[in-house]
């Protein structure tokens, strides 16, 4: 496993980055905080610790997306 200063492993780094920006993603396309656990789209509240159990947009976050014209396919293999 890879380190940097912080002690944060490379490929944690690269995921966490990843989710930030599927969620600012999300965002972007008028997506709001989502309730669900394990959305990308649900709320963070500040903590930092939230982001690791994020996977993929659930299915209510995707149909939001399709209704204002973008859609969102479903997850398919991703790294994390």
Do not use: Y
């Not at 995921?15 to 656990?37: K, Q, Y």
């Not at 993929?56 to 396919?73: E, L, P, V, Y």
């Amino acid at each position: 496993m890879s380190g940097n200063r912080s002690g944060c492993s490379i490929d944690a780094s690269e995921r966490s980055i990843s989710r930030s920006v599927g969620r600012v993603a999300g965002h972007a396309l008028g997506l709001p905080h989502c309730p669900t656990l394990g959305c990308l789209m649900d709320d963070a509240e500040g903590k930092v610790v939230t982001v690791e159990h994020q996977r993929n947009f659930c299915a209510r976050c995707r149909q939001q997306a399709t209704q204002s014209g973008c859609s969102i396919k479903e997850p398919v293999g991703l790294p994390w």
